[in-house]
């Protein structure tokens, strides 16, 4: 079955519907310009509703961060614990920030084509593939925005890595049967409106993906 992530949790109605639908990650954005952001404060509240990973009930939780400073991933993890960190930024600083933290690293890669497919995992623990942004795009993901997801079959993945970009309900299990994902990350997927999750897609989006 394919794990599943739902990313960009900014309230206590999309926390509790991704514990109960049993995600295996539930991810807080730390980059103020989405409409899914929240401060350490307000992610360190929400954590708090239910377990921490490992245990019954509890889904990991990852923290997403966008070209960050040092002091920002410092203040997110002063406040909250975060299983991992998904890292919008180059490989050099993605793996700069795992030595530093000691917190495990997922960099996102925006794909446009096979030749944007990463061949090493260069310092980090994972990967995240998005689509890439268009040039004049607000923010690196969460755009909702699929692409050629069967050009992953034939990729050598250089370690563990999630699929992500354009995923719905209605889509995933298709996506997952045509890139092989072993797991899956929405955000914009799972909304009635930006920043704003529906109980029912999240339900309906894990079953969907635990079922292909």
């Given at each position: 079955?394919?794990?599943?992530?739902?990313?960009?949790?900014?309230?206590?109605?999309?926390?509790?519907?991704a514990v109960?639908?049993?995600?295996?990650?539930?991810?807080?954005?730390?980059?103020?310009?989405?409409?899914?952001?929240?401060?350490?404060?307000?992610?360190?509240?929400?954590?708090?509703?239910?377990?921490?990973?490992?245990?019954?009930?509890?889904?990991?939780?990852?923290?997403?961060?966008?070209?960050?400073?040092?002091?920002?991933?410092?203040?997110?993890?002063?406040?909250?614990?975060?299983?991992?960190?998904?890292?919008?930024?180059?490989?050099?600083?993605?793996?700069?920030?795992?030595?530093?933290?000691?917190?495990?690293?997922?960099?996102?890669?925006?794909?446009?084509?096979?030749?944007?497919?990463?061949?090493?995992?260069?310092?980090?623990?994972?990967?995240?593939?998005?689509?890439?942004?268009?040039?004049?795009?607000?923010?690196?993901?969460?755009?909702?925005?699929?692409?050629?997801?069967?050009?992953?079959?034939?990729?050598?993945?250089?370690?563990p890595w999630?699929?992500?970009?354009?995923?719905?309900?209605?889509?995933?299990?298709?996506?997952?049967?045509?890139?092989?994902?072993?797991?899956?990350?929405?955000?914009?997927?799972?909304?009635?409106?930006?920043?704003?999750?529906?109980?029912?897609?999240?339900?309906?989006?894990?079953?969907?993906?635990?079922?292909?």
């Amino acid at each position: 079955m394919a794990r599943v992530k739902i990313c960009g949790v900014n309230s206590a109605g999309a926390f509790d519907a991704a514990v109960a639908a049993g995600a295996d990650f539930v991810g807080f954005v730390f980059f103020p310009p989405s409409p899914r952001a929240v401060t350490p404060e307000q992610a360190k509240n929400l954590s708090a509703r239910a377990p921490a990973s490992g245990q019954p009930g509890g889904p990991r939780r990852v923290g997403l961060f966008v070209d960050p400073t040092e002091a920002a991933i410092a203040a997110a993890l002063a406040a909250v614990k975060l299983d991992a960190l998904q890292i919008y930024a180059d490989g050099a600083r993605a793996a700069a920030l795992r030595l530093r933290f000691g917190v495990p690293v997922w960099r996102a890669v925006g794909v446009a084509s096979a030749a944007d497919l990463p061949a090493r995992l260069e310092g980090v623990d994972g990967l995240l593939l998005d689509a890439k942004p268009a040039a004049d795009a607000l923010r690196p993901g969460g755009n909702a925005q699929a692409w050629n997801w069967p050009m992953l079959a034939g990729w050598a993945a250089p370690g563990p890595w999630i699929l992500a970009g354009g995923l719905t309900p209605e889509n995933v299990a298709a996506a997952v049967r045509a890139s092989g994902a072993a797991a899956v990350d929405v955000s914009s997927g799972v909304e009635r409106a930006p920043g704003e999750k529906d109980s029912e897609l999240i339900r309906a989006f894990v079953a969907a993906a635990r079922a292909a």
